[in-house]
């Protein structure tokens, strides 16, 4: 890497690696349908949903430290194996059970191994100078494959069945094997510094604000990647592709022409004003009744969605220890996975009890929860 480049070989080969699992993973936003097919209600699919968060959170505290000692690449490589066998273990699932139940933990711990590792590893060979912009583009890889796993999977239910989903999973996921035995390793230099582990990063003051914060984020986001599908099945307006084509085209459009922004004017004072966005788009989901206003929705949705991430991911990186960053992106990637361990089963629950519109508008106060408790925090905080 020379001086603060940024678009690398290593960046764009860790970027195809990341977007190749991000299709393989989000291929999986139209499982509630196939769940619903199977005879689940909406706070049994929330409940699954979460299952697969419940794996993940519970396997952060080993993966950080892994990445940390042992290095990036093992991770990568387990992860990505462990992400395929689970993809082709789909195609044995043929009823609400134990068996299932099994499936998604398994998929939890996949997910939650790839997500922290290769965002860790993109964070490791971006110039700390300009990292959030970096993270932002480097998300790119993780967004757009929101669209296209939605329009995908769209095409394939369309003419086929939720094996043919399954099997494009697999194959995706098989790609991400392929790029990620390329990635050279990385880890910390061994004068970074003492590992204290994930539980120091827990609790380390100054990043609490961010767990919080990202945890209202990931909690919200749950209403929409857990039930967008239900939504659209339910009422027949407008389509998951559609929406989410919205959502991350508004987001990589703004990661690619504003992510220098929150370091040229300050992260928290784009990071509120982005928040405030992604709220809005979710009160306008819980008011939509056509295809124009999911569309409306997906694009306050994604703009929110597309800076507040990276953002959060920055400060989580300049605050961290070098020599724990892998431990600390393992506890900020696992709030994600707490947001549908959390989120699923709720909204699930309140769409039961009055519906997916309400369902939607509180999943857009919890965001300017988040707002609000973030703000007076780090700003106690000093």
Not at 27 to 38: I, R, T
Not at 159 to 170: I, K, P
Not at 363 to 382: E, H, N, Q, T
């Amino acid at each position: 890497m020379t001086g603060n480049r940024l678009l690398t070989p290593l960046f764009l080969l860790c970027f195809t690696t990341n977007f190749a699992q991000g299709m393989s993973f989000n291929l999986f936003l139209h499982l509630p349908g196939f769940l619903n097919a199977l005879g689940a209600a909406e706070v049994e699919i929330g409940f699954l949903f979460g299952l697969t968060g419940l794996a993940a959170v519970a396997a952060r505290p080993s993966i950080g430290p892994m990445m940390d000692i042992r290095g990036r690449r093992v991770v990568i490589v387990v992860g990505a194996l462990l992400n395929v066998l689970v993809c082709a273990l789909y195609l044995t699932v043929h009823s609400i059970g134990p068996w299932l139940m099994a499936v998604r933990l398994l998929h939890g711990i996949a997910e939650s191994m790839l997500f922290s590792v290769l965002f860790t590893y993109a964070a490791d060979i971006i110039p700390a100078e300009r990292r959030t912009e970096g993270l932002a583009r480097f998300g790119i890889s993780g967004i757009l494959p929101i669209s296209l796993g939605g329009v995908l999977g769209d095409l394939i239910l369309a003419r086929f069945d939720y094996d043919a989903l399954f099997l494009a999973a697999t194959g995706f996921g098989v790609i991400a094997v392929v790029l990620g035995l390329r990635l050279p390793e990385r880890r910390p230099a061994a004068g970074d510094g003492d590992r204290r582990g994930f539980t120091h990063s827990l609790i380390q003051r100054d990043l609490l604000p961010i767990w919080f914060g990202g945890s209202v984020f990931a909690i919200a986001l749950a209403s929409v990647f857990t039930f967008i599908k239900r939504f659209v099945d339910e009422t027949g307006v407008g389509s998951v592709g559609g929406f989410f084509t919205a959502y991350s085209g508004a987001a990589v459009v703004l990661r690619l022409f504003l992510a220098w922004l929150p370091e040229r004017v300050g992260p928290k004072r784009v990071l509120f004003p982005a928040m405030a966005t992604l709220a809005v788009g979710l009160l306008l989901l819980g008011e939509a009744r056509t295809a124009t206003a999911v569309l409306v929705a997906g694009t306050c949705a994604g703009l929110g969605h597309g800076l507040t991430f990276p953002i959060l991911m920055g400060l989580v990186v300049t605050r961290a220890r070098d020599a724990e960053r892998g431990a600390a992106m393992a506890v900020f990637t696992a709030l994600f996975d707490l947001g549908a361990l959390v989120g699923g089963p709720i909204f699930g629950w309140v769409v039961d009890a009055v519906g997916f519109g309400p369902m939607f508008r509180l999943a857009g106060f919890v965001i300017a929860l988040g707002i609000a408790g973030f703000a007076a925090w780090d700003r106690s905080r000093g």
